[in-house]
């Protein structure tokens, strides 16, 4: 869990451990404090950053040292407070759903790891309807008309936003492309399921306006993603006048589907690269074995023994790596091994074969390592 929780009781940690590790969702812990600073000193509560509609929602877990047996409270946040989860009924309920809910403080076991993150799991459930509801009861019939085309999308969540010094949003996270990406890259090192998201912010009763605007969009994916696919550089279709959702989507969908397929297969163009470059510079000392976007070599000029870093970009062979040297024998006066410049500015083409590709970077790094001796030996220190 990390530094400062040395004074969680046992049975908290317990259940704090199995919270943040089993969640499909990474939760984070913002702070943990005591609710008896002058005697015991023992942290029984802390606030737990939840992701919600590609944001975070806060709440405040307030369990007890002293009484283990009982169930935590739980402060929502000030913008939430009619929000009532054991109160609510979600769609289609079981005749005794709600003794079950309700189960989940009375038959607390402290003794049962499992506790919080159910509990956890299904408030969060609850909130995703109580946003669903907020947002369901907004007096605009372009955004009933919108929801109603897409409410039926797995994953689909809502958010009512209120502002203090301008009109209200609602918010839509969309989640796009039905496929497993994590199936889909060998050796996976992802314990998340990567995805990504459509970003929707509608403004709110502007009933003056005679056509309605676009919506502001922006396409979201887990930080993980990158390693694999950046969005960053992808331009969204145009929102057409007269344009819903439903009719936005699928062409979307289609061309990121391409993408992401085009993604998987260029790891293994890297890694032919990669390849290719240990038969001009010898074994790699270090590779990235999943993504192929790293790879590191030993080398020598005379006396001088060095690294080769190279940094392989997504979009490989469109762009072209980045280089670096390192000294295995100069070091600065901080003792940090003396580096290059970052490199690009070598001979290269995309249409090439793999092999002429790092011939072509061997004979460059042949010249450049004379270059980069003569800087180390400039009165650096050496060893």
């Not at 990390?2 to 499909?24: C, D, K, M, W, Y």
Request: charged residues 20%; contains cysteine.
């Amino acid at each position: 869990m990390g530094a400062g929780t040395e004074n969680v009781p046992p049975f908290i940690g317990a259940q704090l451990s199995h919270l943040l590790s089993h969640s499909r969702l990474t939760l984070k812990i913002d702070q943990l404090w005591s609710s008896d600073k002058y005697n015991s000193g023992l942290i029984d509560r802390f606030t737990l950053l939840i992701p919600y509609c590609l944001d975070f929602i806060k709440w405040d877990i307030i369990f007890d040292a002293e009484s283990p047996n009982v169930a935590p409270d739980v402060i929502f946040g000030p913008e939430d407070e009619h929000f009532h989860p054991f109160h609510m009924s979600p769609p289609s309920v079981e005749p005794n759903n709600n003794n079950n809910n309700s189960s989940l403080l009375s038959d607390w076991n402290y003794k049962d790891p499992k506790c919080l993150l159910n509990f956890i799991q299904f408030l969060r459930g609850q909130y995703v309807l109580y946003q669903a509801k907020r947002v369901g009861e907004v007096d605009d019939g372009r955004l009933k008309f919108e929801i109603s085309t897409i409410v039926s999308r797995e994953g689909l969540e809502m958010h009512m936003c209120s502002f203090v010094d301008k009109s209200e949003e609602v918010k839509f996270a969309v989640p796009l492309l039905d496929m497993n990406i994590n199936k889909m890259v060998s050796g996976c090192p992802w314990r998340q399921s990567q995805k990504i998201y459509l970003q929707v912010v509608y403004p709110v009763g502007r009933k003056y306006m005679s056509a309605p605007s676009a919506p502001r969009l922006k396409l979201v994916s887990s930080s993980e993603l990158k390693a694999l696919y950046s969005i960053d550089d992808v331009k969204l279709p145009p929102w057409l006048n007269g344009m819903c959702l439903a009719e936005y989507l699928p062409n979307l969908e289609e061309y990121l589907e391409k993408q992401v397929l085009e993604a998987v297969s260029l790891i293994d163009v890297r890694r032919q690269f990669i390849e290719a470059l240990a038969d001009e510079l010898g074994r790699p000392v270090e590779a990235d074995p999943v993504f192929c976007r790293k790879a590191t070599f030993l080398s020598a000029s005379g006396v001088l023994t060095f690294l080769v870093h190279f940094v392989i970009p997504t979009q490989f062979p469109k762009q072209q790596p980045v280089i670096m040297l390192q000294s295995s024998q100069h070091f600065n006066a901080q003792m940090a091994p003396l580096k290059s410049r970052p490199m690009s500015d070598y001979p290269w083409s995309p249409r090439w074969e793999p092999s002429l590709m790092a011939e072509r970077i061997f004979e460059f790094l042949v010249d450049e390592a004379l270059n980069f001796k003569g800087q180390c030996s400039e009165g650096q220190l050496q060893l």
